[in-house]
């Protein structure tokens, strides 16, 4: 298969592109470093779209390797023909491929394989090519043999019509035709196992929808709800419609005797092997769908959520509550070292809730905090109206915010929790964790597998290799995309860097430890198994602030520092400004020269010229900070303050397929459905909302007994 043709055709992009693609992945290139700095071969596309051009050049490469493998296994049975051959070479899928080698897979004990035991095949087809008017019984007694354990012309004749009904069954283009047709023409029908029982799946005890048309999220829950044992699913189809395109198949004389007999043959495939078989892989197909769905949604939340502007420059102090344990507090300063840790009581008796006003204020005034940061997990709402009562009370403004505390005890119990923290226990690293997720989200997200951190939808139901490779991506990309700084950074953010592994980046720390900072980005390569190629991977996003060169502390890679000295020269940039960074009206002059007779003069593609001029223009720039800031609290709503037609501003928190939901200040958080986010027609919520949005939102109704908030922003 020639890759780079189908590759270009499926992105839409010059196959000249494609193919230079397929090169830099195959010469061992990350796609964040192939995506950044890379773009003249391949016009600009993200570090997202090389994802899926990667993966899809996998699944092409995979589809022949299956192909030249079945290939040899049916050769190896001398029955490879032109024919065959042809198919496999115009087979687009696996699921074609499969059903091309179907017939001639290795079976276990069949009916079919009986019949042909018992020496019925001649009479298959016979039958089949139904080119006689001779009744069929009448020729099966030419089969009778007792000593075969064929007693009756009958009991040939039904071996035959089973040995038929398997040939029919293992037609590539009969299967390829029912699929079609259940793909067009099928309903998903869900019914309860106990209509008395009450579950979360009510709402399909009596359900039904087309295949073509059925969401994702309603199909992946008709699935749980099957697999938990209150629901029966299957797909219903008329099967006259897929009867009717087999019989065009294979009965090819309808008016001699023979061909009743395969068409009863064709029914007997139809119900007993084929419809069974396909209804599998249609529900497979559905669910792989929807499961990619979801993943993308996952990914697309997970994005937004590490991607948070960090409140930097605050004392936070990290409240986990919890009730019966207490509430653990942790202070960090503005870099993230633990100054205090403490364990408060702020939901026992009225003695222990004011001494734990006392111990807060305290640990308010004795480190000027200015931030807390509270845990969104059990007892959080009493911790929320706990704080927003005991900071009125500081010597200096307090706010607060709540943050998502998914996967905080599974950083608390790692290794890399116990090598960061090993003075405190286990409990009281959660709160650090909390706190420092206000200060940086990226940062500490990145210290917890992907699946943890829960902005998702039915992510157990996820094909978890798959799901973890795809939140494995866009951890990386989001923290390619920012930096890091590698004078601080932990060997959990250094991992995820272009080019560095496990190994690598522990020897980066354990390299500044025992030599101190990094001075420039050159020193990397004296770090021990950091060879060329990592260097050249992972250099252009590490970002060294203490560096004499300005360079070292922008995205712009040092195999372009010639080109960007070359470049301030040539707009006439003196040498104390550059060593300053202080480059006034870089883009203006860039403008009035010309982009592309400067890029020409330097030997550069245009992409890569205003790549260093923006990183030149704003050098150590953090791209999240241009993002809205998130909303701090210093009061707090009970569900039961909310009224219909209240309007409020409130932070998007997670975004599904049906809706979103909105952080209002309310414990619970509201949803706005996906009818009420605009008055455009959209196919996802995403397309208009994204985790951290700050949105303004109506009440539309309150249940304050099921907790539910129902939002607006069509007002």
Sequence with gaps: MDYSQSLSQQFNIKAEYATNIIS????GNTIPFIARYRKEMHGSMDDQLIREFSEKLDYLRGLDKRREEIRTLIDAQEKLTTEITTALDNATTLSEVEDIYRPFRPKRKTRASVAREKGLEPLATAILQQNTFTLPLTIAKNYVNEENGVDTAADALNGAMDIIAEQVSDNAEIRKRVRNLINMYGNIAASAVDSEKDSVYKLYYDYKE?????????????????????LKVSIEMDSNKSLKSIYNVVVTNSSCPSGDVVKEACNDAYQRLIFPSIEREV???????????AMNVFAVNLKQLLMQPPVKGNVVLGLDPGYRTGCKVAVVDETGKVLDTAVIYP???????????????QLIE??????????????SKETEMFTAETIKNADHPVYYMVVSEAGASVYSASKLASKELPRLD???RSAVSIARRLQDPLAELVKIEPKAIGVGQYQHDMPQKRLGETLDGVVESCVNLVGADINTASPALLLRVAGLNDTVS???????EENGAFTTIAQ?????????KAFQQCAGFLRVPESKNPLDNTGVHPESYQSAKELLSLLDYNDKEIKSGDLAHLQDRVNAMGAKTIADKLGLGLPTLNDIVKELSKPGRDPRDELPAPILRSDILDIKDLQEGMELKGTVRNVIDFGAFIDIGVHQDGLVHISQICDKYIKHPSEVLKVGDVVNVKVISIDPVKSRISLTMKF
């Design 210 to 230: 087309p295949v073509n048309k059925i969401a994702g999220h309603r199909l992946l829950a008709v699935n749980r709800g099957e697999k938990e044992g209150f």
């Design 24 to 27: 830099l992945l195959d010469d």
């Design 524 to 532: 990397l390569k004296k770090v021990p198994k950091l060879g060329p």
């Design 283 to 293: 529900r497979n197909d559905l669910t792989n769908t929807a499961a990619e769905n």
């Design 426 to 428: 286990l409990t009281l």
């Design 347 to 361: 939901t026992h008796s009225e003695r222990k809730i004011q001494e734990s006003k006392e111990k807060l204020l």
């Design 506 to 512: 522990k020897n980066i720390v354990a390299y500044r």
């Design 366 to 379: 004795k480190h000027n905090v200015s931030l807390i940061s509270i845990g969104n997990g059990t007892a």
